[in-house]
Structures are given as structure tokens and as C-alpha cells.
């Protein structure tokens, strides 16, 4: 059979499995999106490019409304939020609320990979904690596409550009 090199095999085991495996994506698209949210001038939180499309400001408030959705099932708890945060239109207001939804999901992604296999059912569908997990990190990366575009309709360079990645 093949033999691998000492240090791949010494990466391999280093290298994170479940939970642990996902927490720099999750990082990252944290980070990109309170960037995104402080960028943009208040000004521009009502533009939209057309109007059967969000407004920048209702894109934020729809990913801190589901973060706390998504972070509520994967911790098994109800969820939280009683807030309608597309309906926020003060920038400061906005980027609490993201701020706000992050932090409650973060302690989710600390959660054990033994419970983060345990089954749960969002959607209707079953799958485990991490399956919603990912899928939180999925959505708001889907929802990260529309505030690059916003940024640069507006002139503004977006967070992942700026830090070249």
C-alpha cells in the first residue's frame, strides 16, 4: 500500500474534524459581514438596485433574523429573536443586530462534535447539528454575493478584496 510522508500524517491528525473544521469559515464570513456593515455609509443602507430586490440594510437584517433561526436549531433551543431586523433601517441598529446574531451563534460552533452529530429536523428535514451549522455558514455566504455587488454598485471595496481573499 502507499506509505505517507511523516508530516502529512502528522497534518492529518492535526487537521480538525466536525465543528472544529468549519469554525474559520464561520470566522471569516463573521468578520466579512461586520466589515460589510460598518463600510457601507448609512446613507446607502435603504439602496437597492432595483425594487423587487432587498435594500442593503434588509440583507443584513435578513442575515442577523437568520442566524439566530439557524443557530437556534443547531443549539436546540427556541429561538430567541422576536426582532424583524430587515425591518431596522439605522445603520447602528443593523450592525448591533449582526454583532448580536453572531454572538448567539457562536457558542454553537463551539458546541462538542458528540452533540454536534445528534440529530435534529429544521426545514422539515432531519440532519445532524452540523448539517445546520454548515448550513447557516452556506446562507449567509449566499447573502455575502449581494453585499459584494451593493459595495460596488456604491463605489466601495468589499472586506474580502480588501484582505485578498
Known sequence: GATVAPEAAAQQ?????GVAA???LYNRVKDLYIRSAELMPEEHYGFQ???TVRTYGQVLGHVANENYLFCSAARGEKNPNAADFEQTTSKAA???ALRESFAYCDPGYAMSETRALEEVTFFDNKGSRLW???FNITH???HYGNVVTYLRMK???????QSGM
Open 13 to 17: 491528525q492535526a487537521s480538525p474534524g
Open 22 to 24: 468549519i469554525v474559520p
Open 49 to 51: 438596485p432595483i425594487s
Open 94 to 96: 443593523l450592525v448591533r
Open 132 to 134: 445546520v451549522l454548515i
Open 140 to 142: 449567509d455566504s449566499e
Open 155 to 161: 463605489g466601495l471595496v468589499p472586506p474580502s478584496t
